[in-house]
């Protein structure tokens, strides 16, 4: 079982950052993959970026290029989403999931747990 807790979102202006943090507990997380996704009301939840723990590779949705930037910390169990550059179509709930067994998922089926989820709101 691997639980996930998102935390960071808040309210912020158009041109501003945020950094979300997303703790992951449970056993052999470290074989995951962990991704962010989005999902603004009215529509679909939507990948933003994702890592793996064992070599730090990441990838992002083209959307969020340039601008977001996820990283983490295994001794602290802890995967960030930096924030850059904010557009007010960045709103959204954010969530992380972890995927068993690595690999590179861009839907959400293939994940296997999940957050609570954190608001992020960018006004213009």
């Known amino acids: 079982q691997v639980q996930l807790v998102e935390s960071g979102g808040g309210l912020v202006q158009a041109g501003g950052s945020l950094r979300l943090s997303c703790a992951a507990s449970g056993r052999t997380f470290r074989t995951y993959s962990l991704a962010w996704f989005r999902q603004a009301p009215g529509k679909e939840r939507e990948f933003v970026g994702i890592?793996?723990?064992?070599?730090?590779?990441?990838y992002y949705t083209d959307s969020v290029k340039g601008r977001f930037t996820i990283s983490r910390d295994n001794a602290k169990n802890t995967v960030y989403l930096q924030m850059n550059s904010l557009k007010s179509e960045d709103t959204a709930v954010y969530y992380c999931a972890a995927r068993v067994g690595g690999g590179w998922g861009r839907r959400p089926d293939e994940y296997d747990y999940w957050g609570q989820g954190t608001q992020v709101t960018v006004s213009s």
């Open positions: 890592t793996t723990w064992s070599g730090g590779n990441t």
